[in-house]
């Protein structure tokens, strides 16, 4: 049976908007991603995922303090908003490294961020986006590439849409 890497903490990352640095240390959730169901009458109901057509996609980070890092990021328009992370793995001998990995979003600001905070504690604010484009890479190797315009699924190599846009 062949052995996994053991994938660890991450150590740091790094936010950029539109390739400025914006913040450090961000706490991040990326977008589920969900086909949308088409039901099928087969002994009852069966409902089977239709990867060309997706839910909406929602992007969340929440960044410590009030600065112009967070202003920069909440801008009114449609953003390119990379993130880059590192994280440990460790092999089969016992070896860990550190491995890199990238995200890369075409996003639009859903909300300004209410800002709260109190004399002695920091102002923990967090920021939500629509996105239209969502692009992993894992130590070099693209994971998944979901571009909602160019009408592009592609999971670990395989392309989900390349089939019905051949037929357009």
């Known amino acids: 049976m ?3 890497p053991i994938t660890g903490p991450i150590v740091a990352d790094t936010v950029y908007a539109n390739n400025s640095l914006v913040a450090k240390d961000v706490s991040a959730t990326f ?9 099928l009458q087969v ?21 410590i303090g009030t600065d112009m890092g967070l202003a920069n990021m909440m801008r009114a328009e449609t953003m390119n908003l990379e993130f880059r992370w590192v994280q440990t793995s460790t092999d089969a001998n016992g070896t860990t490294k550190n491995v890199g990995c990238k995200a890369f979003f075409k996003a639009i600001p859903k909300v300004l961020p209410g800002v709260e905070f109190a004399v002695g504690e ?13 692009q992993v890479f894992i130590d070099g190797q693209e994971a998944w590439l979901i571009d909602r315009l160019s009408s592009i699924v592609r999971i670990a190599g395989n392309d989900y849409t390349t089939n019905v846009n051949s037929l357009l």
């Open 31 to 39: 977008p589920e991603v969900t086909p949308i169901t088409a039901d």
């Open 43 to 63: 002994m009852g109901t069966l409902s089977l995922p239709v990867w060309q057509l997706l839910e909406d996609m929602e992007l969340a980070i929440t960044k």
């Open 122 to 134: 920091a102002s923990e604010n967090e920021a939500t986006f629509t996105v239209l484009r969502y």
């Open 2 to 4: 062949p052995f996994v």
